[in-house]
């Protein structure tokens, strides 16, 4: 769904799994932040282009949103609680600590709300995971996160779960690299960065060296 005065903004989608996509819906670090969720739109919008919603679901939530907009504030101000509290839950993952219990309960509080509506599909003649589709309901969009979170964890490629080492960067991401080396959200934002930084580390460092040097060149040391 395409806003009305076009824009809609883009999301970055390099977390590798749905729920680490939510939880990177914040740029930046948690010390900068900028909020990329700022209506509940945003937050429509997110779900659309990630594919926790179908086009039409988005429609109609957007719909029901601005029927019911104080419903929807409290809605979003849920979600941005709810990814807090996964952001918190895979950093422990990341950096191998426990998670805390309170981010445990608010994971397991959405699932349950989640898994109600969850049913099997027959597509293609297999199964699927589907969900009863509600327009209505304004947090249909966390079902697939919460889905999703409880799936990673479960998951033995739960190790593969990293931080981003970029200076200023919080997101979190799936190194499904063979040597499991991968440190950087992206190559093209946080890695070229990284890069930079070092090559003007490299410089700077070398600079009083070669400056010696000219000098001992010119007989003035
Ligand atoms: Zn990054």
């Not at 608010?106 to 327009?135: P, S, Y």
Request: glycine letters at 10%; charged letters at 30%; aromatic letters at 8%.
């Amino acid at each position: 769904m395409a806003s009305g005065d076009g824009t809609e903004y883009v999301f970055e989608l390099s977390g590798g799994r749905l729920c680490l996509d939510y939880v990177n819906t914040l740029s930046g670090s948690r010390a900068h932040p900028t909020e990329r969720l700022n209506s509940y739109r945003d937050l429509v919008s997110w779900g659309r282009q990630a594919g926790a919603l179908g086009d039409r679901e988005a429609q109609q939530l957007a719909q029901a949103a601005q029927r019911r907009p104080e419903e929807a504030a409290r809605t979003l101000a849920e979600a941005v609680r709810f990814r807090e509290a996964l952001f918190r839950l895979f950093a422990a993952v990341a950096s191998l600590r426990a998670p805390d219990q309170g981010d445990m309960a608010a994971l397991n509080a959405m699932l349950g709300r989640a898994l109600a509506r969850q049913r099997i599909e027959r597509r293609a003649g297999g199964f699927v995971w589907g969900w009863i589709e509600d327009g209505e309901a304004l947090e249909r969009v966390l079902w697939p996160v919460a889905r999703s979170a409880a799936d990673l964890l479960v998951s033995p490629d739960l190790k593969r779960v990293r931080q981003c080492a970029g200076a200023d960067c919080d997101w979190l991401f799936m190194d499904m690299s063979r040597n499991r080396s991968r440190r950087w959200c992206d190559m093209k934002g946080c890695g070229n960065r990284a890069k930079a930084r070092r090559y003007y580390e490299r410089h700077r460092a070398k600079a009083p060296t070669g400056a010696a040097a000219g000098r001992a060149r010119r007989g003035l040391v």
